[in-house]
């Protein structure tokens, strides 16, 4: 059974970090493209980041660009997600998610097929 679940999520103020982490079990989590999207109220959901099985390519939307940095460790089967210089646009659910058969950076959510629950991150200015 595939499971992916986030964690890391809360409260900060405008300028602080938080770091996600999403376990992952269930698949071959070295070999699969991960994803981290995110959700605001009312919004559509939006790429912020994705990473290869290796690691060794990732991909970061422009609007986190600089701030954001994902990274991985299979030997954990996790995926994390650095995120400094926190904004209150960047307040939304964050969902990780897994693409299983396409070994390149994945922009789209369409193209996943394992999702994680999620988990609320609030910026207050």
């Known amino acids: 059974q595939v499971q992916l679940v986030e964690s890391g999520g809360g409260l900060v103020q405008a300028g602080g970090s938080l770091r996600l982490s999403c376990a992952a079990s269930g698949f071959t989590f070295s070999s699969s493209t991960m994803g981290w999207f995110r959700q605001a109220p009312g919004k559509e959901r939006e790429f912020v980041a994705t990473i290869i099985g290796s690691g060794l390519s990732t991909n970061v939307a422009d609007s986190v660009k600089g701030r954001f940095t994902i990274s991985r460790d299979n030997a954990r089967n996790t995926v994390y997600l650095q995120m400094n210089s926190l904004k209150p646009e960047d307040t939304a659910v964050y969902y990780c998610?897994?693409?299983?058969?396409?070994?390149?950076?994945?922009?789209?959510?369409?193209?996943?097929?394992?999702w994680g629950q999620g988990t609320q991150v609030t910026v207050s200015s």
């Open positions: 998610a897994a693409n299983n058969w396409r070994p390149s950076t994945v922009t789209r959510a369409y193209l996943y097929n394992y």
